[in-house]
């Protein structure tokens, strides 16, 4: 497709399991963010890829969060032994350079019980 | 880091009224986007708009990048508006957008 790909949409973890979401970018962008949104609130940074570079990765909550690009195009973001209060819709956007319009997936609604 | 805050958080408007939303920012900018969050949660680009003004059908953005702020024009207002608006910026620190809190609009019919 054309777009920002996220999978899976949604996804239930029982706490204390390790859960990896997939973010499928538009081709040719170099950009990519995560991002994590709260119910009620809008998206906060988490961490930024240009190419297979984690540039930045200050909004990451904590060390059981982890992004990679390995090839600068799929980027996978794995949350380990999960949290109630990870519980979240988890945002994926693709630019063509930093600092352009950006464009985002459907998201990923994690849940963990 | 940059602010970014919205307003009104909270808009309900009657089919076919007009409304403004405004997003003000608390640093030069060098992206600004408004986005319209629809009830399945997707993000849909409105505008790209660091500086000027333009339109795209019933929607229209001015952004006024020396005085810290974007305006976001909606006419005639449909049902299917209904949704949550997002303004973001990117600062000069860094290339990650920042979200304002958003403007919940409803448009009853």
């Known amino acids: 497709g054309a777009g920002v790909s996220q999978s899976p949409r949604y996804k239930v973890a029982k706490r204390g399991q390790d859960v990896a979401l997939r973010c499928d970018p538009i081709s040719g962008h170099v950009s990519l963010f995560w991002y994590q949104q709260a119910l009620g609130q809008g998206p906060e940074f988490l961490t930024y890829f240009q190419n297979e570079a984690q540039l930045d990765k200050s909004g990451l909550p904590s060390d059981r969060f982890f992004a990679e690009r390995p090839e600068g195009s799929v980027s996978t973001l794995k949350i380990q032994r999960t949290q109630q209060e990870d519980s979240a819709v988890y945002l994926c956007?693709?630019?063509?350079?930093?600092?352009?319009?950006?464009?985002f997936g459907q998201g990923t609604r994690l849940t963990v019980v | 880091g940059i602010q970014v805050e919205q307003s009104p958080p909270d808009l309900i408007l009657q089919e076919g009224a007009n409304s403004t939303l405004r997003c003000n920012f608390s640093d030069s900018v060098n992206n600004l986007q408004w986005f319209h969050q629809n009830p399945w949660g997707q993000l849909i680009n409105l505008f790209y708009i660091p500086s000027g003004t333009k339109q795209n059908g019933r929607l229209s953005a001015t952004t006024v990048a020396t005085e810290r702020y974007s305006l976001l024009y909606i006419s005639s207002s449909q049902t299917t508006d209904s949704g949550v608006y997002f303004c973001a910026v990117v600062g000069n620190a860094g290339n990650m957008l920042t979200f304002g809190g958003g403007t919940r609009l409803m448009v009853k019919p």
């Open positions: 956007a693709s630019s063509l350079l930093a600092q352009v319009e950006a464009f």
